[in-house]
């Protein structure tokens, strides 16, 4: 609500600013005046909600915040925000369990926008294990499981090479959504006790050609390997599928790989944990 206090124009200008954009740089991009678009930004003019909607794309504002300024114009917001078990977002919800049942036996997991775990296919429990049961309790934050010392951080041989990592993913993430919870969550994860300088901890990116940060750690069933990649879904029109990213763990090293392969042989059994709005990982070390 205290968004929605301020004026349309601020909203434009602060986005603007963001995106290190003058106000000429903007106007030819979405191909009005620069007469119009100070107009806009000071409240002599009050835009329709169809430019809006064009400034905002060219500005690549979150539908979240485009919801935003059309509240702070007066007007409905446009994207729906439902929650993932509205049946509206069954087929949704379907093609998220398909993604990460079908990679097994490789972990995968999806979050939401802060970073919270949504679900998790079984090959995850590798991934968790010995982490804090606090930090086990549902919500889960991912990147403070990752991060935090009673966490996973000390069985991640690379340890200051991935935290630099989540760091840069972290801070591209506030630059792109202006979002206050990424920004407290940048602040507890610095606060965090550093990788002590008198240890080394392995660079392994070097391994892999210098084209991937891969994740290195130590489990009960030797050292595995992964490199990840992100996947979110193509021209979504609801706040909670935008903010979904389903990220998808591959080996980096043939070792991994017949670790996991062995793994699933002993457990063949897949499929997902969690649905809706969050998920506990308590019962992924239980088989």
């Not at 079984?122 to 889960?140: F, H, M, N, V």
Request: aromatic content about 6%; some cysteine; proline content about 6%.
């Amino acid at each position: 609500m205290a968004k929605t206090l301020r004026s349309i124009g601020d909203f434009l200008r602060e986005w603007r600013q963001r995106r290190h954009l003058s106000q000429l740089a903007l106007a030819c991009d979405a191909e009005i005046s620069t007469r119009h678009l100070s107009f806009l930004e000071t409240g002599r003019s009050l835009p329709s909600r169809e430019m809006i909607l064009h400034l905002a794309e060219r500005l690549n504002i979150p539908l979240r915040e485009q919801n935003v300024l059309m509240l702070a114009a007066g007007y409905a917001p446009t994207f729906s925000e439902r929650p993932l078990e509205d049946p509206a977002l069954r087929p949704m919800r379907k093609a998220i369990d398909l993604v990460l049942t079908g990679h097994e036996p490789f972990p995968a997991i999806a979050v939401d926008r802060h970073w919270t775990l949504i679900a998790a296919n079984k090959t995850i429990a590798p991934l968790i294990e010995g982490a804090s049961p606090e930090l086990l309790r549902s919500p889960i934050n991912v990147i403070r499981l990752g991060l935090h010392p009673e966490g996973i951080a000390r069985r991640i041989i690379n340890f200051s090479e991935w935290r630099s990592h989540l760091l840069a993913r972290l801070r591209h993430q506030i630059d792109v959504t202006a979002d206050l919870d990424l920004k407290d969550l940048m602040s507890e994860i610095l606060s965090y006790p550093r990788p002590d300088s008198s240890t080394k901890t392995m660079t392994t990116s070097e391994n892999y050609g210098g084209v991937v940060v891969p994740v290195q750690m130590t489990t009960g069933d030797g050292i595995l390997s992964f490199f990840s990649t992100t996947t979110v879904f193509g021209t979504p029109v609801d706040v909670t599928l935008a903010e979904l990213a389903l990220e998808s763990f591959f080996p980096a090293d043939e070792a991994t790989a017949e670790t996991l392969l062995r793994l699933a042989a002993r457990h063949p059994k897949g499929g997902v944990y969690g649905t809706a709005c969050s998920v506990s990982l308590d019962k992924l070390g239980q088989g």
